[in-house]
Every structure is written in C-alpha cells, then in structure tokens.
C-alpha cells in the first residue's frame, strides 16, 4: 500500500489499525514505510497522546542537551502509560468477547 502513488498515507494507516489485532506493531511497521515513502510531514503530531513530552524527548535528542525529565519522574510517567495500556487492552478484550 505504502508504495501506490495514489494513496493517502494518513487513510492507509488508520485503516491497518481499524484491522485490529496486534495494531502497534502493524501500525509501527506501516508508519515507517509510508514515513519512507512520504516523510514525516503528514503525521499530526498534536493528536500523539504525550505529544508536549516526546517533542521535548525529540528536541534533546537532537540538540544533545539530556533529558527533560528526572529519572523517578519518567518512571513514573512510564508505569502510568503502562497502567492505561493494560486497561485499554482489558475493555477491548471484554468488547470482542461481548460481540462473539
């Protein structure tokens, strides 16, 4: 898909997501190749959960001036972001249950 000069890389990946399954490591693996075939410019980057964060974590990358963050506070941050993960993962398996 990520090589057909008339797709819209935003549609594509939202529709390999609506696929489901395993969903982040399929939308991983699809956002890198049409990132490759289309750059990074049609991302929206304000829709990114943590967006403020990983703009900060981008820009000290870049600019080599350490983290943004303690280490107690991004562990923290880490473990609630995990907390959620497994909630999310625990409502959608009860709704696919609840459909079969």
């Known amino acids: 898909m990520a090589l ?4 819209q890389p935003q549609a594509a990946l939202g529709e390999i997501v609506q696929r489901g399954y395993d969903t982040d490591t399929v939308a991983a693996i699809c956002g890198s190749l049409l990132g490759t075939c289309f750059g990074c410019a049609w991302i929206p980057i304000e829709r990114l959960l943590d967006c403020r964060r990983l703009t900060a974590y ?3 990358l870049v600019m080599r ?3 943004t963050q303690d280490t107690p506070e991004f562990l923290r941050r880490v473990a609630q972001l995990t907390t959620n993960e497994q909630t999310f993962q625990t409502q959608l398996r009860h709704e696919l249950m609840s459909e079969t």
């Open 65 to 67: 001036s350490g983290l």
């Open 58 to 60: 981008a820009d000290a």
């Open 4 to 7: 057909r000069p008339d797709i």
